[in-house]
């Protein structure tokens, strides 16, 4: 062997060894790998909160060598749900996991992601998301889609109704349906959800919203009526930092977005996962006794379109400039 050739292969096998790239060697994904950090809308342990672990660990699960997510912890107990996709946006945490009812404060529009009256999908064909998704992005967010619901929502209560009518009521409320009850009369107070159980047994409130799946067991004990018909969708939306998500490659991009729309294609009422889920929350809570108040005729009507109307006049009015065009995307 020449010196000239036996001096360029002797640097050359330095060059590999260093870089890691021989004897045991490292794959360019491993070498890839990135670690974000996530934080969720609802406390860790919470019901709400498991479909985001398991979007994590799905990810997590199949992105090894490629990415990963971090999940430092849950609202209340690193601040305020309502401020969580704030600090995100923000660039405090990378990926966030929450309702719409707390990015409100981010883009007035969000509670449309709630009005739905098409399915998902086709809320995507006819640009739906999309629209949101632009006024997501103008706030340094990045929305990736729904990754779970927990079907309508309903007003529970500790005594029965004979109509929609809720005057003489105090009711602890989510921004989600504040304006609805509202309007049926309601007095409201906002509270978190580890509050709830205390309000109603010691009488503070008499009732609040919640939805039909994601139940938490307790409440049984405290809660006497389900009000149907259900209203509105309780959805849980993925959603990373702007500057995140375009500094991640098209590897990781697809990841979590291939992921997140495969949950997506499964929630949704009247998929079989859902229907499982309320059919055994279902016999749960009549095992504890609890009943259930049927609107019907015009006392139903009545009860869906304060539902509707009360929910875009809200938007609208804080939104002028898209709310009207949001509606005709998300309504019939």
């Not at 869906?304 to 002028?320: C, F, H, N, Y």
Request: proline share 5%; aromatic share 10%; charged share 20%.
């Amino acid at each position: 062997m020449a010196l000239g050739t036996k001096l360029l292969f002797t640097v050359a096998a330095a060059g590999l060894a260093a870089a890691g790239l021989s004897g045991h060697a490292t794959s360019p994904a491993m070498a890839a790998e990135k670690t974000i950090n996530g934080a969720s809308c609802f406390p860790m342990g919470h019901p709400v909160t498991k479909p985001y672990q398991d979007v994590l660990a799905e990810i997590n699960k199949r992105g090894k060598g490629v990415l990963q997510v971090k999940l430092v912890g849950g609202a209340p107990a690193i601040g305020s749900p309502f401020t969580l996709t704030q600090k995100v946006a923000r660039g405090a945490y990378d990926i966030v996991g929450c309702t719409e009812a707390y990015f409100g404060n981010v883009i007035p529009e969000a509670p449309v992601l709630r009005f739905g009256e098409h399915s998902w999908s086709d809320l995507r064909k006819n640009g739906a998301i999309g629209y949101v998704s632009k006024l997501l992005d103008e706030k340094n967010l990045h929305y990736v889609g729904r990754y779970w619901t927990f079907g309508p929502f309903h007003l529970w209560l500790k005594n029965p109704i004979s109509k929609p009518d809720l005057k003489g009521l105090n009711l602890r409320v989510a921004p989600v349906y504040t304006a609805f009850f509202k309007a049926l009369g309601a007095t409201v107070q906002q509270a978190s959800t580890s509050q709830v159980y205390t309000l109603m047994e010691n009488g503070t409130v008499q009732g609040y919203g919640w939805p039909a799946a994601g139940w938490v067991p307790p409440w049984a004990k405290v809660t006497g009526y389900r009000v149907d018909p259900g209203f509105y969708d309780a959805s849980l939306h993925l959603l990373l930092n702007k500057s995140t998500w375009n500094g991640l490659s098209k590897a990781q991009r697809d990841l979590i977005s291939n992921i997140t729309y495969e949950f997506e294609a499964k929630a949704g009422i009247g998929t079989a996962k859902l229907t499982a889920i309320m059919k055994a929350q279902d016999a749960f809570r009549a095992k504890a006794g609890m009943k259930i108040i049927t609107f019907k005729g015009a006392d139903r009507k009545k009860y869906l379109d304060t539902a509707r109307e009360a929910g875009w006049k809200e938007v609208i009015d804080r939104s002028p400039k898209h709310g009207p065009a949001l509606k005709k995307l998300f309504t019939k």
